[in-house]
């Protein structure tokens, strides 16, 4: 029982959902939203307010101007990829603070949550109230 209470509460130090940062988000907590695809899906649609670093560009150089104290939130498509574990792991490797957006892009869409971009979307009434 105490393995299966680690399990969970450890899933919930490392990842959250789209309600989750949805919420926070509208609180202003101290975050930002890591897009870690190509420029290419970036540019055709991110959650508003994300930043774009392809999970293979992420070095200290180019993360030089990070807040260590702020926690990073890395999304790439879904649940098909796994560019937001990378750039997880590379955040952390870094010493970031960061957590992983469970179902990424595709979820918060998915969710009805407002996308920017090219192909950019409104936030609808099926936003998840999770």
Known sequence: MKT??????NKLKYEMDS????AAMKNKEDIIVLDVRKKEAYDRSHIPNSINLYHQDMNKE???NFD????YISYCDGIGCNGSTKGALNM???GFKVKE?????DWWLR???ESKGEEGQAPSSLSCAC
């Open 4 to 9: 299966q209470i680690s399990h969970y509460e």
């Open 19 to 22: 309600s989750d940062l949805f």
């Open 62 to 64: 180019s993360t030089k």
């Open 68 to 71: 260590k104290n702020t926690l």
């Open 92 to 94: 952390s490797k870094l």
């Open 101 to 105: 957006l469970m179902g990424g892009h």
């Open 111 to 113: 969710d009805g949550y």
